[in-house]
């Protein structure tokens, strides 16, 4: 029985038989794991609180031969994000990112990417103030590595440099449609110039360090529509934790 130690964040857990827990990791070594906890949810858990939703820590987990399931021997808690975990509206987001990667990255294909960007979203959401923003930029980070990165720099249908004060987002086509080009998918949604611009900026920028931009409520509303259809488009989930935010908005 192979024995295998990582960084890990918890990212998915719900409820198996009546003491126990699945729990889905992503780990800095193996990417996405799904593990079982035996006895988690009975009175004397040698786990504690430890394997709380969003929880980082050292786990160590042993693996059976063809077997998906595998068992959590021990997790050893780094850090539990207080500071997202006091408020609901942050706990909300950071639900959110979390379904998010689950939902893109699939089992065991090891990212560190993913994991360090898990690690800055969820450091940024416990210290800006917008943290609806912040999401933006989250998203947009994980399209980029998990290779679904949306054209930003040219015209999806002819490569020219888009002008124009208001310019098309296309999620079938992947990305921004000159004026010129509007008609290839007339149903996309409209971002202005600013909108365009802000989210090259989203993509690049140090998700802690935020709180130095603006953004208006047309920018969140405009990124929130194109970013949020062409997550459904990637993903072909709806996604639960974002229809909660929605609900707050
Ligand atoms: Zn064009």
């Given at each position: ?135 933006r930029?989250?998203?947009l ?9 949306p054209q930003l720099s040219?015209c999806v ?5 888009p002008s124009g004060a208001a310019l098309r987002f296309s999620t079938?086509l992947?990305g921004l449609l000159c004026e010129?080009?509007e008609?290839?998918d007339?149903?996309a949604p409209q971002l202005a110039r600013g909108s365009c611009e802000l989210m090259k900026y989203l993509r ?11 953004a208006s409520?047309l920018n969140h509303r405009q990124l929130r529509l194109a970013l949020s259809r062409f ?19």
């Amino acid at each position: 029985m192979p024995i295998q130690k990582t960084d890990a964040i918890v990212i998915r857990s719900y409820p198996f038989g009546e003491h126990h827990k699945i729990i889905i990791f992503y780990t800095s070594d193996f990417g996405k794991v799904r593990t079982a906890a035996y006895g988690v949810r009975g009175p004397k858990s040698r786990f504690g609180g430890s394997l709380e939703l969003l929880n980082h820590g050292t786990l160590v987990f042993s693996e059976r031969p063809n077997k998906d399931l595998r068992t959590v021997q021990e997790f050893d808690l780094i850090d539990a994000f207080d500071g997202v975990k006091e408020d609901f509206e942050r706990t909300t987001y950071g639900c959110y990112l979390a379904e998010l990667v689950n939902a893109i990255e699939s089992d065991q294909t090891a990212n560190r990417g993913v994991f360090r960007l898990l690690q800055h979203g969820f450091d940024g959401l416990s210290r800006v103030d917008d943290i609806a923003l912040l999401a933006r930029g989250f998203e947009l980070k994980l399209l980029d590595i998990a290779g679904f990165a949306p054209q930003l720099s040219q015209c999806v249908a002819c490569s020219s440099q888009p002008s124009g004060a208001a310019l098309r987002f296309s999620t079938r086509l992947g990305g921004l449609l000159c004026e010129n080009c509007e008609h290839h998918d007339s149903s996309a949604p409209q971002l202005a110039r600013g909108s365009c611009e802000l989210m090259k900026y989203l993509r690049t920028c140090d998700l802690a360090r935020l709180d130095r931009v603006q953004a208006s409520k047309l920018n969140h509303r405009q990124l929130r529509l194109a970013l949020s259809r062409f997550i459904s488009y990637h993903t072909e989930l709806t996604l639960k934790s974002l229809e909660l935010i929605e609900d707050l908005n």
